[in-house]
C-alpha cells in the first residue's frame, strides 16, 4: 500500500473512532447494555473488546494469549468480559475518546486492519441500535484491503456469487450471478452477521 494510501487509511480509522465515540456519548443505560449484532456481547462488551489495545501492554497481551491456550477469540471474550465488570460504561467511552488517534494495528493487520476492526465492531454497535452507519466509502477502504484470507477468517465462501455495493465502488466474489446491498449491508453479510444473499435467478 503506497503511503499515501495508508495516511488515508489511518485519517479514515481516527474518523470512524470519533464519529463512534459521539454517538457512544449519547447512549442511554439500557443501549449500553443491549445486545450487538457479535455473538454473545453486549454493546459495552464490544466497546471493552475494541479499547483493549489501548490499556493491554505487550506483556498482558501475551500472558491473556498463554492462558487462553492461545485461542485469540476466547482470549477477547475473556478480556471483554472482565473490563466490563471493571470498568463502568462511562470509562469505556473515556477509553475510546482518549485514544482516537492511538497507533494501535493488530499483530500482521497493518493500518487497514485497524479501519477493519473499527468499522466492523463499530456495525455490531449501531447496526443493533438502529444509529448512523458507518460511510460507505469508508466501508469501501475496508473491503479494498479484504483479500481472500480475510474472507476466509469469517468463513465466508462466495463461489460462484458476486456481490455489488448500490452506493460505494465495492465488488467482490466471482460469477455470474449478482446481488447488490449497500455497502454496510456487504460488509455485514462477508463478515457473518446477516446470511449471504440468495443468488438472484433470472
Same mark, same amino acid.
Given at each position: 500500500?503506497?503511503?499515501?494510501?495508508?495516511?488515508?487509511?489511518?485519517?479514515?480509522?481516527?474518523?470512524?473512532?470519533?464519529?463512534?465515540?459521539?454517538?457512544?456519548?449519547?447512549?442511554?443505560?439500557?443501549?449500553?447494555?443491549?445486545?450487538?449484532?457479535?455473538?454473545?456481547?453486549?454493546?459495552?462488551?464490544?466497546?471493552?473488546?475494541?479499547?483493549?489495545?489501548?490499556?493491554?501492554?505487550?506483556?498482558?497481551?501475551?500472558?491473556? @494469549?498463554?492462558?487462553? $491456550?492461545?485461542?485469540?477469540?476466547?482470549?477477547?471474550? &475473556? *478480556?471483554?468480559? #472482565? !473490563?466490563?465488570?471493571?470498568?463502568?460504561?462511562?470509562?469505556?467511552?473515556?477509553?475510546?475518546?482518549?485514544?482516537?488517534?492511538?497507533?494501535?494495528?493488530?499483530?500482521?493487520?497493518?493500518?487497514?486492519?485497524?479501519?477493519?476492526?473499527?468499522?466492523?465492531?463499530?456495525?455490531?454497535?449501531?447496526?443493533?441500535?438502529?444509529?448512523?452507519?458507518?460511510?460507505?466509502?469508508?466501508?469501501?477502504?475496508?473491503?479494498?484491503?479484504?483479500?481472500?484470507?480475510? @474472507?476466509?477468517?469469517? $468463513?465466508?465462501?462466495?463461489?460462484?456469487?458476486?456481490? &455489488? *455495493?448500490?452506493? #460505494? !465502488?465495492?465488488?467482490?466474489?466471482?460469477?455470474?450471478?449478482?446481488?447488490?446491498?449497500?455497502?454496510?449491508?456487504?460488509?455485514?453479510?462477508?463478515?457473518?452477521?446477516?446470511?449471504?444473499?440468495?443468488?438472484?435467478?433470472?
Amino acid at each position: 500500500m503506497p503511503a499515501t494510501d495508508e495516511t488515508t487509511v489511518i485519517d479514515q480509522t481516527h474518523a470512524e473512532r470519533r464519529r463512534l465515540a459521539d454517538l457512544l456519548a449519547d447512549l442511554t443505560t439500557d443501549q449500553w447494555a443491549a445486545d450487538s449484532l457479535c455473538a454473545g456481547w453486549r454493546v459495552r462488551e464490544v466497546v471493552a473488546h475494541m479499547t483493549m489495545p489501548f490499556r493491554a501492554g505487550r506483556l498482558s497481551f501475551v500472558g491473556g @494469549l498463554v492462558r487462553a $491456550g492461545f485461542n485469540f477469540n476466547r482470549y477477547a471474550d &475473556r *478480556a471483554a468480559r #472482565a !473490563d466490563t465488570a471493571r470498568l463502568s460504561d462511562r470509562e469505556l467511552l473515556a477509553s475510546l475518546q482518549d485514544n482516537v488517534e492511538h497507533g494501535w494495528r493488530p499483530p500482521g493487520g497493518g493500518a487497514a486492519g485497524a479501519l477493519s476492526h473499527d468499522v466492523i465492531h463499530g456495525l455490531d454497535i449501531t447496526e443493533a441500535l438502529g444509529l448512523p452507519a458507518v460511510p460507505p466509502e469508508r466501508i469501501a477502504l475496508v473491503l479494498a484491503s479484504a483479500g481472500p484470507k480475510a @474472507l476466509a477468517y469469517f $468463513g465466508t465462501d462466495l463461489t460462484g456469487r458476486t456481490l &455489488r *455495493a448500490t452506493d #460505494a !465502488d465495492i465488488t467482490l466474489g466471482e460469477g455470474p450471478e449478482v446481488s447488490d446491498l449497500p455497502a454496510k449491508d456487504l460488509l455485514l453479510a462477508v463478515t457473518g452477521r446477516r446470511p449471504l444473499p440468495d443468488v438472484a435467478t433470472s
